[in-house]
């Protein structure tokens, strides 16, 4: 293997895994929060379709982008009513809108386009275009840098480098402000946030709020930075994997990074290497290496990575009085 | 003449259609300790959670500082100089001190000034006020004397003068709850009103200046403590006259029942719980159990009642009892003769949404008055049992259809404890007989622990209360840390010696030998 085919391997997965950056940093603000958030899958589908919807019909990105924010912060306020103000089963209310997603956004797609549910393929201005970072063609011949820095670093749409700029972001804001503290404690023990005087309903919002921003941005990259359009059902198990990635970060910031690269390379290896010879066992079938993400969650879901302890009151609701 | 610091008028407060408080009155006096005393359920904490805003009153006046105030949230409490220390600690575990104490009272957008701010308010007061703790230690690493020590100084930090502890020494050792005590004292003299919530009397005739009683949501007296003592306050809270402590006669110990050789427990973890623990009881007499909650009382009742396994060696009657594997279930255990009262009787000794006559049978339905051929139950039967067993444990109310959670805390013990000592077992471990009683049911369920020990059986018991030791218990071994860190007799023991075990200050060889030859002398 030589380096130019490990540099491509690489930038596609910082491609591949953007999307999953997205959503698991969203996942990230919601469970430390306390309120699990199944519909992580949903959002990315609804906020993918809308901006997709929106950028083919106003030829602009910036306003689909602006649209798929908007259906993805709606569905997380939904789901925010349902487990913060009626303190309803967060799973089934986060089942619930990733159905609500699945169905709409075809339906939609089908009564407004009339191509099978999907939107018509994007150009132009109606899509994220690569950035060229500054001194990328410059450098583009310097041995070893030059590709590292313009074919690996430099030429992504500007949501991976906003995605990836994330992840410091979230772990100042975690950690560093007052904000991250009264997140942190209001998915341990929202008692003690209460009594402290600080409204737990409110912050809980605060971070469904976030949460649906996050993922609006994912569901955009997804519909127009990655494809050109949106296809029925294209978030094809992202925000699942994207939980997944977050158990496996032990809902850290840092490690959610790793993790969700993880998943992006096993995506850029399946994509690239279509069918693998093993001496002996002979050729691994193309439908292996695409199902390996998949197998990875389920591993990852099923605890046999290591012990990952949630928030403590995640899952549950906040009740008062008696 | 000031003005009192916390006047309560007309408050009154209704869950549903529980009246949990009635027109109650109450005035505080600045710089002054007043306790609240009162049963569980008689609306102290209701009253308590009314004034830091955590519920609103259906009616009534709050002042403070001879200001009306109305406080509809914590903020509000807050805000007017009120804290409090919740009976359960509302810290965040895996925080540090610093952060739990900032938590909510960040001066700023970023936390680090706050932090720093903490850090050096937190020295003074630690200097100040004996409340000295590692600012960067995790709240999960800190014993509970000290979370609760973060819980004031996080009142303190939000500048309270008036501060309100709720049962504040419930997981205390008496050592924890001394200094707990010069604490408040010192806090008073600086000036703070600090109002003493809990069921204890002795608490209340050491640490404060005045005393209000109340009974079923209402409030019955206001006497200074120095007038009063705790023979008139159990009447004040019970409404009528109560033995405190019950007249025993002397035991007449017979012949070894339970034997415990070098028992080891560790829990579901791998920690071990219980370190080559023995003991032993013999018919007609009771062993108490001390120590502070945790130090493995939990896991030698499991494994006595058949809820988890062991290793070492447990004799009954001088048979080896099976302490893992076939046989070491809780229904053998029944059938070995061991009736085991669990600590947590709402969580394994009762099932709460089940009747009182389902619940009276547990553990028992294999037996001969309960069943109706091989498949069917003997409901006719077991109703009957239970109408009995209830008259005779004067539970209230009287219905063997209630459900088990509608009964109190000290009916609800009553049930477990007529099923549990009704087939006279040989061996009788209970846990904390008496956790969440009430102080009239408190003397009944004493009374029939102590009629069984005088009717031969061998009684185990279990209890973090050493009141309760002292009133039934003829020996009285310490357990700290797994270990059994001394055995004295009760009759030759004081609290001071036992609160120094608990506190895990085990006496030096020397001490134990020189205390073997005065007895032998």
Redesign the interface.
Known sequence: MDLLVVVQLLDSMLRLSAPLLFACLAGLYSERAGIFDIGLEGKLLASAFFSAAFAAITGSVWLGMAAGITASVLLALIHGVASITFRGNQLISGVAINFLASGLTALIGQNWFKIGGRTPSLSGDARFLPVDLPFASALADVPIIGPLYSDLISGHTILVYVGLLAVPTTWWILFRTRFGLRLRAVGENPEAVDTGGISVTRLRYQATLICGLLCGLGGAYLATGMAAGFIKDMSAGKGFMALAALIFAKWRPGYALYACLLFGLLEAIAIRYQSIQIAGVGTVPVQFMQALPYILTIIILAGFVGKAIPPRAGGVPYVKER | MTAPAIELRNISKA?GPVQANKDISISVAPKTIHGIVGENGAGKSTLMSIL?G??RADKGEIFVNGEQMDIP???A??AAGIG?V?QHF??????TVL??V?????D?????P?LEKARSLLQELAEGYELKVDPDALIEELSVGHQQRVEIL?ALYRRANILILDEPTGVLTPAEADHLFRILRSLRDEGKTIILITHKLREIMAVTDTVSVMRRGEMTATVKTTDTNPQHLAELMVGRSVLLRLQKEKADPGSTVLKIDNLCVSDSRGVERLKNISMQVRQGEILGIAGVDGNGQSELLQVLGGLATGTGSVEINGQELPLSGAGSDAQARREWGIAHVPEDRQLLGLVMDFMAWENMAFGYQHDERCRRGPFLMDIQSMQDYCRDKMKQFDVRPPSITALAKNFSGGNQQKIVLAREIDRNPDLLVVGQPTRGVDVGAIEFIHQQILDLRDAGAAVLLISVELDEIFSLADRVAVLFDGRIVGERVVSETNEGELGLLMAGIAESPAQAESRAISVTA
């Open positions: 869950f830091y955590f519920y949230n914590s903020q409490a807050i409090m919740h509302k810290l965040v575990q895996n925080f952060e739990n900032v938590l909510g009272a960040e700023q957008i970023l936390l680090q706050s996080k």
